[in-house]
Nanobody, 112 residues
Framework: VQLQASGGGLVQAGGSLRLSCSAS?????MGWYRQAPGKQRELVAT???????NYADSVKGRFTIDIDNPKKTAYLQMNSLKLEDTAVYYC??????????WGQGTLVTVSS
C-alpha cells in the first residue's frame, strides 16, 4: 500500500496547519505519529473508518483527525500550534486487508 502525505510547513505559534494522508487502498484506521529531534516517536492521533478517534493528551482540544473513506484519505487539523509541536509527522495506515504501512514524514515547524 502506498501513502502520500502532505501539508507540513512553517507556522507561527498559535497558528494552524492541516495534514493529509492518502492511501492507495481502503482504510481500517489511519494515524499520525511525530518525532521531535532527540525524542522518541509518539502517537498523535488515530481515526478508524467508523469515525472513532483517539488523541494524545498533549494535543487534545487542539488537533482534530477525521477520515474521508471514499477518498481513502485522513486529515489532521492542527490548531493553536505550540513550539513543542515541532516535529516530523508520519502517517500510518492499517488497510481493510490488514496491511500496515508508513508514509514519508512531513516536517512541521512552529516558530515563536
Amino acid at each position: 500500500v502506498q501513502l502520500q502525505a502532505s501539508g507540513g510547513g512553517l507556522v507561527q505559534a498559535g497558528g494552524s496547519l492541516r495534514l493529509s494522508c492518502s492511501a492507495s487502498q481502503y482504510i481500517n484506521s489511519m494515524g499520525w505519529y511525530r518525532q521531535a529531534p532527540g525524542k522518541q516517536r509518539e502517537l498523535v492521533a488515530t481515526v478508524w473508518s467508523a469515525g472513532s478517534t483517539n488523541y494524545a493528551d498533549s494535543v487534545k482540544g487542539r488537533f482534530t483527525i477525521d477520515i474521508d473513506n471514499p477518498k481513502k484519505t485522513a486529515y489532521l487539523q492542527m490548531n493553536s500550534l505550540k513550539l513543542e509541536d515541532t516535529a516530523v509527522y508520519y502517517c500510518t495506515v492499517r488497510t481493510l486487508t490488514g496491511i500496515e504501512a508508513w508514509g514519508q514524514g512531513t516536517l512541521v515547524t512552529v516558530s515563536s
